[in-house]
Each structure stands twice: as C-alpha cells, then as structure tokens.
C-alpha cells in the first residue's frame, strides 16, 4: 500500500510538472522584432487579422480587437489560445460595424464604432458574442475627422466616451491659411471632449442623455479608468501646422515641436482649453493659438485652462494608455502606466517621432518620474521619414490575466505579447 501510494504521488507530481510545462510561453528569438529591457521578450500572438486598433482581454485569456475597417464580415476580431502555447489559434470575426473603442463589462463586449456604441451578449464559455447587437448611446454626427470613439468604464456604471473635434482649431474654414478661429467655438457643445452615458441603458442619445464630463480635448483617442485611483485619464492629440499657416510666427523646426501631446488628468468639468489654446513644453505653459490672436507667447484666457500632467514630443499620436495592475511584471511598473504612440506624420523637416511604448511610473494618482520608452522597434526601419515607411504602428494595449502586455498593430493586424522572464 505504501508502494502502491508513492506511485500515486510520484504520477501526480509528474502531472503536475507536464502540465507547467505546457503552460510556459515561448518567445519568439527575434522578440518579434521589439527591443525591450532587459528581462522582457515577446512574441507574435496573432497576425495579418486586419487593421487593428483597441483591445480587451477577458478573464479567461480571451481577446477582442476592434477593426478599422470590416474584414471577413466583421468588425471584431475574437481570438483564443486554446492549446496554451501563448499564441492565437482560433480567429472569428464577428459583428457588422468597424471602429476603434472596444471594452469588456459586465458581461457584455462593447464596441465603439463611429457614430454609436453598441454592445453583445457574452455567454461563460463561449468566444464569439451574441449576434444581437443593441444600441448604448447614438446620436454622434458622421465625421471625416477624429471620429473614433474610444470607451472607458467605472465602478459605478457609467461609460465614458471620447468625441473628438472634426478640426484643427475650429477656423472658420478648416486648415487654412489666415482664417481665423471662430470665438466661442460651436464645435464644443457636441465634440472636443469626454462624454458620459450610464452603461446599462439602452438608446441613449448623446445630445438628449450624455452628460459633458469634459471640454477641450481636441481628441483622446488614449482614455482609460484607473481602477486603482478610481479617476479618468486620457491623451490628447495636439493640433497641426502652426508653421504651414503662420510662418510669421513659427519655423518648421518648431512647428514640429509644437504642441506637446498632453496626459490629462480628466475630472469632472475638466477644461484643457482647445481651440483656443495648446501647451508649449519650452514655456511650460499654455499659450493662446494664433487663431484667436497669439503669437506664440501670449497666455491669455489659457491661464485658467487646465494644466496636463506631463507633455509628450509633438505630434506622436497617443492612441491607448493603460495602467498596469498585474504581477507578471517587476515591481516597478505596478499602477504605471503604459502609453501606445502611433506615431507621428508632420514632423518634417524634423524625423518623425513614434512608432513606441513608453512606460510613466506612477505614485498615486500622479506621475512618480520621467516617462521611458519600454518598447520599440514596431516601424522596423531606423528612421522614419513618413507613415508609410512604418512596417507596424502600436495602437491599443491590454493586459492579460497573466499580467501579459498586449499590444495591437492597425498596419498589418500584428498583436504583440509581452512577457517577462520567459525561457
């Protein structure tokens, strides 16, 4: 009987040891071409599935990627690694709209397309949502501009929603020369902020039932709730051509510095001040556009604007930030956060700027120390003389049950694993 209960434990004990090894994920050797520091690797998870660009991961390792553009019938990429090998091996594409927000909650998957959210019944189990899609919130005006609508949600049943400017600087006649910015700006009632929807209510009109959270965000396509401070983040995209407009007053060189990509803070009434302002890191102060009178110097009303938490390079285009909660990682990044730079296309003569993640370390609800970059390498060239030379561009970021990074690619439908201490 003794014998016979070694033999039982030694089996388990064999078991135990086969089934972690079969759990170890791999990386690939090139890292999938990233350079990352020292400790991290990472491999390809799933590739060539579209124009990819949030994601969101379920507790069970599942993962959903908004599309762009529908591929395959579908705007939503569901992925699954069922034989544990730290890779996708079961790819659906489900639903009819394409966008960029996408978000798992209480139960359901949401979806931000353009012009409305929606969301689908998830069955415990299942990959693939319900067919049905029902309607959160609409009315959101058709733009051919920063049209996306990213989505964040809180403890307490609400969604937040980015709804972007379709302008520059609300000039009288967009992006061009000597038109002057309209004062006050109409863009503002319905766009160029974060708006807040209740998440389980149905039909929810954004003009009749969403509730302006925030104002003067010309467009956050980076927003996400810190559930560990229980406050709202979000990265704006700066505007555009201060040299091609006013060479009186700007060089091409510092048009390309000009303005910082802000991380904001975002509380309840909020104003970070476009139009009518944007932030100068040389100065280290908000200044007046020169739309509405400024010459690059001047502060005006933009001394009451509210301030960002740090300033990025110009122009690099912060498409998702997300705050690390998992234990994968070393100590160091718990509650950072981590920010995906699509990268920038009006840079020149200067390189342009990107194409990278960088990591913000975090005490609280602030900054701690200087932003990093963590991952590089997606563009795949040295330097990158415009967009098109950029063989990948990150795009959303989402965290595995593992503490896993993940991180979409919207050129070629690339999502990155990032893991630590792999074999």
Not at 69 to 77: D, E, M
Not at 178 to 196: A, E, N, V, Y
Not at 263 to 278: I, K, Q, R
Not at 348 to 353: M, V
């Amino acid at each position: 009987m003794k014998q016979f209960g070694f033999l039982i434990i030694c089996l388990a004990f064999f078991t135990a040891c086969q089934t972690n090894t079969e759990k170890i994920i791999l990386a690939d050797q090139d890292n999938a071409g990233l350079k990352l520091p020292e400790g991290f690797k990472a491999l390809v998870y799933a590739d060539s599935i579209g124009h990819a660009r949030h994601l969101d991961i379920n507790s069970n390792g599942d993962v959903y990627v908004s599309l762009s553009r529908v591929r395959n019938g579908g705007g939503i990429v569901c992925l699954r690694d069922e034989n544990n090998d730290g890779r996708a091996d079961v790819i659906n594409y489900h639903g009819i709209y394409e966008g960029t927000g996408i978000g798992l909650h209480n139960g359901y998957l949401y979806f931000g397309a353009d012009t409305l959210i929606v969301r689908y019944k998830l069955t415990e189990g299942e990959l693939v949502p319900s067919a049905n899609a029902e309607i959160v919130a609409a009315g959101f005006t058709p733009e051919n501009q920063h049209a996306t609508k990213p989505i964040a949600f809180d403890k307490n049943g609400n969604m937040y929603v980015t709804v972007g400017a379709p302008s520059n600087a609300c000039q009288i006649e967009d992006r061009t020369k000597g038109s002057k910015g309209i004062d006050p700006c109409p863009l503002l009632d319905l766009h160029g902020g974060i708006w807040r929807f209740k998440a389980d209510v149905l039909n929810q009109d954004q003009a009749k039932d969403g509730y302006r959270f925030a104002t003067g965000i010309r467009n956050a396509v980076a927003i996400s709730w810190n559930t560990t401070e229980n406050k709202l983040y979000a990265l704006q995209h700066g505007r555009d051509q201060l040299a091609q407009f006013y060479p009186e007053l700007y060089t091409e060189e510092q048009s390309s510095q000009l303005p910082a990509e802000e991380f904001l803070l975002v509380e309840d009434g909020s104003n970070f001040g476009w139009p009518y302002c944007y932030f100068d890191p040389m100065l280290n102060k908000k200044v007046l556009g020169p739309e509405y009178g400024g010459d690059g110097q001047k502060e005006d009303r933009c001394a009451s604007a509210d301030d960002p938490l740090l300033a990025f390079p110009a122009h690099t285009a912060p498409n998702d930030v997300l705050f690390y909660t998992g234990d994968m990682f070393p100590e160091k990044y718990k509650n950072g956060a981590f920010i995906a730079f699509h990268g920038s296309w009006n840079r020149a003569p200067q390189p342009q700027e990107g194409y990278y993640v960088v990591f913000v370390p975090f005490k609280g609800a602030i900054p701690a120390g200087s932003w990093e970059i963590f991952a590089s390498g997606f563009a795949g060239v040295e330097s990158v003389k415009s967009p098109r030379d950029a063989q990948h561009r990150p795009c959303g970021l989402a965290q595995g049950p593992d503490g896993s990074l993940y991180v979409s690619d919207d050129v070629n439908g690339r999502i990155y694993r990032i893991i630590f201490n792999a074999r």
